[in-house]
Structures are given as structure tokens and as C-alpha cells.
């Protein structure tokens, strides 16, 4: 039998006559209506909890309720959260508290060791005899600029890492073949890490680590290099300067604390608390971290200096900055105006620019190969790549290349 249309009718009626849509709706302030949203795409979102009848919060508890047994998979980004109150009305009124933050995959791209393992790893290796670089020897550099670890696509960084470290070690065997190379220098220039807020608009939603995690994945990258790199060599020197991507900073881009407050500088502190507390690794190692944004230092009777280049101002292209800087550092009668080589990171490609036949400018690749913000503000993606060169003897440096 064929259904009438007034059936139709009153079928569709009754089923829009739903009970929910009669209670009286709940207010909520604006901005913070109880809620959770995730890009896979992103791998973050945001939480808006159920409001609190106290002002505090148990982050874990709402990932719960609203992820149940998934809520492991995420973390929240508490330095993001947000709150607000709301007076509801009634005898007495009663005020209710929302809180809202950023939320991030909780996944993790390397093994889950932390630092009193790395420590313990550092400690099994048996010592060897140390001894100083020969006279006339070079130096060996490896540029570490502008990893951005915790940015979209941290695991492509970390593959670019990891297959760049045997790509160094085969170029080093083969530049002996040559000439004396017993040093090798580590170059931290900035921005190791990405933070996760105040540097770009929706930076927030765009990070895949939090602080914590971004800091440890970025240890475990430079310490699995310099197990590998540093049994080659008589000695090491390793400095890291800061970044502007390193700094503390508030959700409006305000940074705050000190120049040397930084977590780039944190990061090379802590790869000297784990070597140097292991006897095979001590007296091969020195560790130089600067109070201020850039450092000065004599390798292989070459003076160089590091700096990451957030600093420098003036109109024109990065070289163009970059001369202004150094031309004020002649000014001031700085140690950074005798320099024969200037390290510099922060704009993310290569170049080499010989300045007055004496100095050279060297601009590192990062080792990030930029984002939809990099697309959107330069017109293309970097090509990502590990800056090495020889420092040393008459020429004060030679054999640049970049690792890609």
C-alpha cells in the first residue's frame, strides 16, 4: 500500500518534535561554548572545557571525557590556556569557570629515553687517549641552523638528520685523504627549536610537540650526532648562540627574561652535563654557550664568530643586514669586527658572500623545509640541506658544502 503524504507529513513532524530543543538553552560566554576540535591534518586543536564550579582545571580529566580512552593520544598546551567566568543566575547566583587551550598530538618521533639514559648511554663508552689538535691542523664544521623541531613536518626534519650524520662522516674520511683535520667544531646557530607561541599567526594550531617534547626530540638529534662524530676527532668544540625561535615568549610575540634565557643555549647545556659526565667523552669535549646573541672564537687560528641574525636591522637583503651589523660592530670596537668568518642562520637558505677579500659571510640552510606561512610570505619552499665546511690554514676556510 502506498504511504500517503499525510503520513509523510506527520511522520517528518513528530520526528522534529524533539524533546532536547524545548529545554531552555544554557548560556555560555561567548568563545566558550564546551567543546573539542582536531585537524589530522595539523595534528592540533582546541579544548573548551565544561565549566568548573572552581577556578582550577584538570586538563587530564577533560581530554578524558571528551577523547575517552584515546585522550593519551593528546596533550594540551597549558601555557596557551585561556579562562573565563560566568555568573549564572540564581538564589544565591552561582559563578562557573571555562577554560580553553590549544591541543596537540601527543605522538613522540623518537624512542622514549630521557636524559639519565642518554647519560647512562654517553657513560658505557670506554675512554681513549686525548690528544690535542697538531699544529697546521684544520677544523672540521658542521652548522647546526634552524631545525624548527616541533613544526609541521618535524618527522622530515629528523630523517634529513639522521641520513645527513653518515654523509658527514664519508666526507671527513675523504678530506683526509688530503689534508690534517684533527678538530671538529659544532655550530649551534638558533632557532634548534620552534616554540609554541608568539613567533607567526596560528603558529598554535600548527605545532606537533609541545616545549617539553620539542627540547627532548632536539637532544636526542645532537647527541646522536656527536656519538657518532666526536670518537672521529682529537678534539671538539661546540657552542650554540640563540635564536629568536628559543626565546620565551607570551602568546602577543612579547619576549620576556634575558638574551641568554634561551632554550637553544638550554639545549647545549644540557649536551655538556651528558658528555661530561662521561669519562670517554670529557677531555675531548669543550662546551662554549654565550651570555649574549652572538659569540666570538679563535678556531684553527681563525677568528669566527656565530650569530643567528634576528638582530641585525637595516633595509636590504640578509647580506646587505649583515654587513650594516658587522660595520657597527667596527664602531664599537668589538671583537666581532676582527672576524674572518661570520656564521649566520635565521633566513633559512644558503649563500656565501666575500666581503673586502678578507671576510666571508656564510648564510646556513635550515635543516626545516618551511611551511605553509614560509610558502605564503617568500613564494616558495626552502631547500633544506646541513651547511659543512674546513676552517683553517692559510686560506681561513675551504670546501663548503651543503649535506642535502
Given at each position: 500500500?502506498a504511504?500517503?503524504?499525510?503520513?509523510?507529513?506527520?511522520?517528518e513532524?513528530v520526528?522534529d518534535?524533539?524533546?532536547?530543543?524545548?529545554?531552555?538553552?544554557?548560556?555560555?560566554?561567548?568563545?566558550?561554548n564546551p567543546?573539542?576540535?582536531?585537524?589530522?591534518?595539523?595534528k592540533?586543536?582546541?579544548i573548551?572545557?565544561?565549566?568548573?564550579?572552581?577556578?582550577?582545571?584538570?586538563?587530564?580529566?577533560?581530554?578524558?571525557s571528551?577523547f575517552?580512552?584515546d585522550?593519551k593520544?593528546?596533550?594540551?598546551l597549558?601555557?596557551?590556556?585561556?579562562?573565563?567566568f560566568w555568573?549564572?543566575?540564581?538564589?544565591?547566583?552561582?559563578?562557573?569557570?571555562y577554560?580553553?587551550?590549544?591541543?596537540?598530538?601527543?605522538?613522540?618521533?623518537?624512542?622514549?629515553?630521557?636524559?639519565?639514559?642518554?647519560?647512562?648511554?654517553?657513560?658505557?663508552?670506554?675512554?681513549?687517549?686525548?690528544?690535542k689538535?697538531?699544529?697546521n691542523s684544520?677544523?672540521?664544521?658542521?652548522?647546526?641552523?634552524?631545525?624548527q623541531?616541533?613544526?609541521?613536518?618535524?618527522?622530515?626534519?629528523?630523517?634529513?638528520?639522521?641520513?645527513?650524520?653518515?654523509?658527514?662522516?664519508?666526507?671527513?674520511k675523504?678530506?683526509?685523504?688530503s689534508?690534517?683535520?684533527?678538530?671538529?667544531?659544532?655550530a649551534?646557530?638558533?632557532?634548534?627549536?620552534?616554540?609554541?607561541?608568539?613567533f607567526?599567526?596560528?603558529?598554535?594550531?600548527?605545532v606537533?610537540?609541545?616545549?617539553?617534547?620539542q627540547?627532548?626530540?632536539a637532544?636526542?638529534?645532537a647527541?646522536?650526532a656527536?656519538?657518532?662524530?666526536?670518537?672521529?676527532?682529537?678534539?671538539?668544540?661546540?657552542?650554540?648562540?640563540a635564536?629568536?625561535?628559543?626565546e620565551?615568549?607570551t602568546?602577543?610575540?612579547?619576549?620576556?627574561?634575558?638574551?641568554?634565557?634561551?632554550?637553544?643555549?638550554?639545549?647545549?647545556e644540557?649536551?655538556?652535563?651528558?658528555?661530561?659526565?662521561?669519562?670517554?667523552?670529557?677531555?675531548?669535549?669543550?662546551?662554549?654557550?654565550?651570555?649574549?646573541l652572538s659569540?666570538?672564537?679563535?678556531?684553527?687560528?681563525?677568528v669566527?664568530?656565530?650569530?643567528?641574525?634576528?638582530?641585525?636591522?637595516?633595509?636590504?637583503?640578509?647580506q646587505?643586514?649583515?654587513?650594516t651589523?658587522?660595520?657597527?660592530q667596527?664602531?664599537?670596537?668589538?671583537?666581532?669586527?676582527?672576524?674572518?668568518l661570520?656564521l649566520?642562520?635565521?633566513y633559512?637558505?644558503?649563500?656565501?658572500?666575500e666581503s673586502?677579500?678578507?671576510?666571508?659571510?656564510?648564510q646556513?640552510?635550515?635543516?626545516?623545509?618551511?611551511?605553509?606561512?614560509?610558502?605564503?610570505t617568500?613564494?616558495?619552499?626552502?631547500?633544506?640541506g646541513?651547511?659543512?665546511?674546513?676552517?683553517?690554514g692559510?686560506?681561513k676556510w675551504?670546501?663548503?658544502?651543503?649535506?642535502?
Amino acid at each position: 500500500m502506498a504511504e500517503s503524504n499525510n503520513l509523510k507529513k506527520f511522520a517528518e513532524t513528530v520526528q522534529d518534535r524533539d524533546p532536547r530543543k524545548s529545554k531552555k538553552k544554557i548560556e555560555h560566554p561567548k568563545g566558550f561554548n564546551p567543546s573539542v576540535s582536531y585537524s589530522q591534518q595539523t595534528k592540533s586543536g582546541e579544548i573548551v572545557s565544561e565549566p568548573q564550579k572552581e577556578n582550577k582545571i584538570d586538563w587530564k580529566e577533560q581530554l578524558e571525557s571528551y577523547f575517552g580512552a584515546d585522550a593519551k593520544n593528546y596533550r594540551v598546551l597549558e601555557d596557551t590556556a585561556e579562562i573565563r567566568f560566568w555568573d549564572m543566575a540564581g538564589n544565591p547566583p552561582q559563578r562557573l569557570y571555562y577554560f580553553k587551550a590549544k591541543i596537540v598530538s601527543n605522538k613522540a618521533y623518537m624512542p622514549d629515553d630521557d636524559f639519565k639514559n642518554l647519560l647512562n648511554q654517553a657513560k658505557k663508552k670506554k675512554p681513549t687517549s686525548s690528544k690535542k689538535p697538531t699544529k697546521n691542523s684544520k677544523t672540521f664544521c658542521i652548522a647546526l641552523s634552524d631545525w624548527q623541531i616541533g613544526k609541521e613536518g618535524t618527522e622530515a626534519t629528523i630523517e634529513r638528520w639522521m641520513d645527513a650524520i653518515p654523509k658527514i662522516k664519508e666526507q671527513i674520511k675523504t678530506l683526509r685523504k688530503s689534508e690534517t683535520i684533527d678538530q671538529l667544531f659544532i655550530a649551534g646557530l638558533g632557532d634548534i627549536v620552534e616554540g609554541c607561541t608568539g613567533f607567526y599567526a596560528q603558529q598554535e594550531f600548527t605545532v606537533e610537540l609541545d616545549y617539553r617534547q620539542q627540547q627532548k626530540v632536539a637532544r636526542r638529534m645532537a647527541y646522536t650526532a656527536l656519538k657518532e662524530l666526536v670518537p672521529m676527532f682529537d678534539k671538539t668544540v661546540v657552542s650554540f648562540i640563540a635564536g629568536n625561535h628559543g626565546e620565551p615568549r607570551t602568546s602577543s610575540g612579547k619576549s620576556f627574561t634575558s638574551f641568554s634565557d634561551n632554550r637553544d643555549i638550554m639545549l647545549g647545556e644540557e649536551l655538556a652535563e651528558i658528555f661530561k659526565e662521561a669519562p670517554a667523552y670529557k677531555d675531548k669535549i669543550d662546551f662554549i654557550m654565550p651570555d649574549s646573541l652572538s659569540i666570538t672564537l679563535d678556531i684553527s687560528d681563525t677568528v669566527v664568530t656565530l650569530v643567528h641574525g634576528h638582530q641585525m636591522r637595516g633595509g636590504g637583503n640578509p647580506q646587505a643586514k649583515a654587513r650594516t651589523w658587522l660595520a657597527n660592530q667596527s664602531l664599537a670596537r668589538s671583537e666581532i669586527a676582527d672576524s674572518d668568518l661570520l656564521l649566520m642562520g635565521h633566513y633559512h637558505f644558503f649563500s656565501a658572500y666575500e666581503s673586502d677579500g678578507k671576510r666571508l659571510i656564510l648564510q646556513a640552510p635550515s635543516l626545516d623545509s618551511g611551511s605553509e606561512w614560509f610558502d605564503n610570505t617568500n613564494g616558495g619552499r626552502n631547500s633544506a640541506g646541513v651547511l659543512t665546511l674546513v676552517i683553517g690554514g692559510s686560506e681561513k676556510w675551504s670546501n663548503i658544502r651543503v649535506i642535502r
